[in-house]
């Protein structure tokens, strides 16, 4: 379904949708040392991964669970060794779906409940590109990185 607002969901959940968008992007990703021996701007660092699925064996689909949200981002905060409360910028997904919101805002809230509030800005390059498809989370990664590169947290469009 399209957005009969006009505009999707964000971390706000002012949207009602995705709306449908093109993008196309490209990460150049080195070791640190190899980046700083070339010369090379670094905008960013990958310290871990997670990937978890609930799917049946063989597929793959978005995980509608608060509980693995929040089992997968625990994993690779664990595994990166930071702690969720030193987290400032979390891009959220935003797919623009109220099952789907819903479940990303409870996760992102039960991982840093210990935060004070307004310590963690919440953002989504959805709620300004669109959904991007196979592009969507490139799109998140490089706007995160850049928002992490020049210390600034992107405004957020709300309702």
Request: charged share 25%; hydrophobic share 40%.
């Given at each position: 379904?399209?957005?009969?607002?006009?505009?999707?969901?964000?971390?706000?959940?002012?949207?009602?949708?995705?709306?449908?968008?093109?993008?196309?992007?490209?990460?150049?990703?080195?070791?640190?040392?190899?980046?700083?021996?070339?010369?090379?701007?670094?905008?960013?660092?990958?310290?871990?991964?997670?990937?978890?699925?609930?799917?049946?064996?063989?597929?793959?689909?978005?995980?509608?669970?608060?509980?693995?949200?929040?089992?997968?981002?625990?994993?690779?905060?664990?595994?990166?060794?930071?702690?969720?409360?030193?987290?400032?910028?979390?891009?959220?997904?935003g797919q623009g779906t109220d099952a789907l919101g819903r479940a990303e805002q409870e996760a992102i809230a039960a991982l840093h409940a210990a935060a004070p509030r307004g310590s963690v800005a919440l953002g989504s390059v959805r709620d300004r590109l669109g959904h991007t498809f196979a592009n969507a989370g490139l799109a998140g990664v490089t706007k995160a990185a850049l928002a992490l590169h020049h210390r600034t947290v992107p405004p957020a469009r709300t309702g």
């Open positions: 379904a399209l957005a009969a607002k006009g505009f999707a969901a964000g971390p706000d959940g002012a949207g009602d949708a995705p709306v449908l968008a093109e993008g196309l992007g490209a990460l150049l990703l080195k070791r640190r040392s190899t980046a700083r021996r070339d010369g090379d701007r670094v905008y960013a660092s990958v310290l871990d991964c997670a990937l978890r699925h609930e799917g049946r064996p063989g597929t793959f689909r978005h995980s509608l669970s608060a509980g693995h949200r929040r089992a997968v981002a625990e994993a690779a905060h664990r595994t990166a060794g930071v702690a969720p409360g030193s987290v400032g910028l979390v891009e959220c997904a």
